[in-house]
């Protein structure tokens, strides 16, 4: 089997990560067990069982537990560009390995879980704001290390800003589930079933009729179809939305499609696309831990919330991440 390790920047805390992967115990596309993550990840023809942890010299360790399975619908996780750097292979002691050297799934695993980790920001300028800003010493502080978590896959993640849409979290995450488990392919390793999310192809093949036993309303339903064959047919891509020329462009482009609002719009470009000054100003979490740290008997109104996050610049998206983080 073989076995990576991923080199990870200076204030990189795993223990923060996996606090923060097991807030949802009916997450349905990981497992957190002990010291590790366990999840299965693709290149788009293979997919497998990886378990990540962190190895002796503080990196993280990235194992593959099972054989490459065959998968039928689920495409590659969207991920734009080729693994940068080395990654150091366990297989042969003391060797460096580039990235070329690596099969096509390993390569696809380390890539995605680069990006999942975001492991290749400085937050260096972010702990510095939030030292002087009254709302984010307190959470910069607590959960230092953290880094925010991303979805990598642009399909995913534009369906779990729907699914979430007004509704609670965990009333998203049983949502969630129902689509994955009826929809998504699945691997079978030591009694354990680790899915993949459904294909946008297969999604968008379904009638809304066929989506009423998930539970999700009608409107819902449309739009998950209608954002699947968008993206099945190419018409709407990661790597479109990432050159569009910016943070105001990319949220034009996902605001015009049915279904996806500024709050979708902003949650998507903030863990999909990774703009660090995406902002879901208007997102209820968000409004409940500002109105805990500042004492409101009310959630903040709009004009206060940008006059409150003024400072922020460039860093909206860790700084709503670690707000949220207070809350889940």
């Known amino acids: 089997m073989e076995t990576v390790t991923l080199p990870v920047p200076k204030a990189f805390d795993f223990g923060q990560h996996l606090a923060y992967l097991k807030r949802s115990s009916n997450e349905c596309l990981f497992r957190v067990e002990g010291d590790a993550v366990y999840k299965a990840m693709t290149d788009g023809r293979f997919a497998a069982v990886w378990k990540v942890s962190e190895d002796e010299s503080g990196g993280l360790k990235l194992e593959r537990l099972s054989e ?22 366990f297989a042969e002691p003391k060797t460096v390995l580039a990235p070329s050297a690596l099969t096509p799934l390993t390569a696809a695993a380390v890539a995605y879980t680069r990006e999942w980790f975001d492991l290749d920001r400085d937050l260096t300028p972010f702990y510095e704001l939030a030292e002087g800003d009254p709302l984010l010493k307190e959470p910069a502080a607590r959960f230092r290390g953290l880094r925010l978590l991303g979805i990598p896959d642009l399909f995913e993640a534009l369906c779990w800003g729907i699914i979430g849409q007004q509704i609670n979290l965990a009333f998203a995450y049983t949502l969630k589930r129902r689509l994955v488990e009826r929809y998504g392919e699945s691997i079978e390793h030591g009694g354990e079933s680790y899915w993949l999310f459904p294909s946008p192809e297969t999604i968008a093949e379904l009638t809304i009729e066929e989506l009423d036993p998930l539970r999700m309303t009608a409107r819902k339903s449309e739009y998950l179809i209608d954002t699947a064959a968008a993206v099945a047919s190419g018409e709407l891509t990661k790597e479109h939305l990432l050159s569009a020329g910016g943070l105001k462009e990319a949220e034009r482009l996902l605001v015009s499609r049915r279904g996806i609002g500024p709050w979708t719009a902003h949650y998507v470009i903030m863990r999909c696309l990774r703009f660090p ?46 707000l949220w983080r207070l809350l889940y």
Do not use: C, Q
């Not at 490459?68 to 292979?89: F, K, Y």
């Open 277 to 322: 000054d995406a902002f879901p100003i208007d997102d209820v979490g968000l409004h409940n831990a500002i109105k805990s740290l500042t004492g409101l008997d009310r959630k903040p109104t709009k004009a206060e919330l940008l006059e409150m996050s003024a400072g922020w610049t460039s860093w909206e998206a860790y700084a709503t991440f670690y």
């Open 68 to 89: 490459p399975v065959r998968i039928e619908r689920v495409r590659a996780a969207g991920l734009t560009e080729p693994v940068s750097g080395h990654v150091h292979a």
